[in-house]
């Protein structure tokens, strides 16, 4: 199941050395990496961020893990328009019940929890009562507060997310590139005999 960061952060730029938004980089990731996923993988897909009564109530499950689901998962991240916070914790949630409490959860987010949720306390949850694996994809994350002054906590490029993948047994990985995201999506959603 990939779980994507589909909140307002996703569309910005500027003062973060991010010279396009992220979404743009993700799109062209999703399109190079999902192809060949798909031929051997059923793959599943939540958004976050857009949509909703308020902005972090934007959880969408697209579908369920689905044979052959390039198409429909390049379609919908082509359409989306980043909106919403981040509801990391009930996004990953959703994701575990989705699956039954047994599978694999691709986070792919660009850092904060910022509806109020629990990433650490979800991670416990999940490696306590379920079969899951939960691997994490930091995309350009970045500090909360951007200073000149030496104490900026810009340079911090690790989510907040990734007690997910550590308490259950999954990989964090921190990308920059769409060439990083794009490898980062083989490992954690590819055949390891594959990639």
């Known amino acids: 199941m990939i779980v994507f960061d589909g909140s307002?952060?996703?569309a910005e730029m500027g003062f973060n050395n991010i010279s396009e938004p992220r979404i743009f980089e993700a799109r062209r990731a999703i399109k190079r990496a999902v192809p060949d996923i798909a031929l051997t993988r059923r793959l599943g897909l939540i958004v976050y961020g857009p949509g909703g009564e308020?902005?972090?109530?934007?959880?969408?499950?697209?579908?369920?893990?689905?044979?052959?689901?390039?198409?429909?998962?390049?379609?919908?991240?082509?359409?989306?328009?980043?909106?919403?916070?981040?509801?990391?914790?009930d996004a990953v949630s959703l994701a575990a019940k989705t699956l039954n409490g047994k599978g694999t959860i691709v986070l792919v987010t660009d850092g904060k929890e910022t509806c109020g949720g629990a990433p650490c306390q979800v991670a416990a949850e999940l490696a306590a009562t379920t079969d899951l694996t939960v691997h994490v994809i930091g995309f350009?994350?970045?500090?909360?507060?951007?200073?000149?002054?030496?104490?900026?906590?810009?340079?911090?490029?690790?989510?907040?997310?990734?007690?997910l993948s550590e308490r259950t047994g999954g990989y964090y990985v921190g990308t920059e590139t769409v060439d990083e995201l794009v490898?980062?999506?083989?490992?954690?959603?590819?055949?390891?005999l594959l990639f």
């Open 54 to 89: 308020n902005a972090c109530t934007g959880l969408d499950l697209r579908f369920p893990p689905t044979r052959n689901a390039a198409g429909p998962i390049i379609t919908a991240i082509e359409r989306l328009q980043p909106a919403g916070e981040t509801a990391i914790a």
């Open 183 to 192: 490898s980062a999506l083989q490992r954690t959603l590819g055949c390891p």
């Open 140 to 163: 350009k994350v970045r500090g909360d507060r951007f200073s000149w002054a030496e104490d900026s906590d810009y340079d911090q490029k690790i989510s907040v997310a990734q007690c």
């Open 8 to 10: 307002g952060s996703m």
